[in-house]
């Protein structure tokens, strides 16, 4: 439905499988939803995602969706959900991603105090890891994306396809 280089205006909301059964969600543009589950955040707006077909900015799996969908796109808006596993999601987890450092080398240690898993630490190169395991001398830190590894099921309402993004965005 939706070619190269097109752009979808969708509603999203994308679920994390839990027992091969969509669970809780890890992202959303409902704020409403975003709100009853836990994941809502002051600092964004829930506005309608601009999907540029071809542009690589989300996963795989998405684009590949819309390209398939098979609606007319004179009978907007269209729903779909479909499962993606890892490789078209945010892909398997790479155990080489995970790596040790001295403590002396992570800069968002706190001044006082133990390193905690769970806490996000950056490198000078802009990528994000999470603390999993802290040691004397050492903490493991792992650069996979948060949903490396899990299958996910996306629920798409597509609202609109155009030519080209408003501009405004």
């Not at 097109?6 to 969600?25: M, S």
């Not at 398939?68 to 080489?96: K, N």
């Amino acid at each position: 439905m939706v070619e190269l280089g097109q752009v979808a205006i969708c509603h999203y909301t994308g679920r994390i499988v839990d027992d091969g059964e969509a669970g809780k969600p890890f992202d959303t543009t409902d704020a409403n939803l975003a709100r009853e589950t836990g994941i809502h955040h002051d600092d964004r707006d829930y506005e309608p995602l601009e999907i540029r077909i071809g542009e690589g900015a989300v996963v795989p799996g998405v684009e590949r969706a819309l390209r398939e969908l098979e609606a007319d796109p004179e009978e907007l808006p269209v729903e779909t959900a479909f499962r993606l596993e890892p490789e078209e999601a945010f892909g398997e987890h790479d155990e080489e991603w995970v790596v040790q450092f001295p403590l002396e080398e992570i800069d968002d240690s706190p001044a006082e105090g133990a390193l905690e898993t769970e806490t996000q630490v950056h490198t000078d190169d802009g990528k994000t890891g999470w603390i999993t395991a802290v040691d004397d001398d050492t903490a493991t830190v792992d650069f996979n994306h948060e949903l490396a590894g899990i299958p996910v099921e996306i629920e798409l309402e597509v609202l609109e396809v155009r030519e080209e993004r408003t501009s405004e965005t």
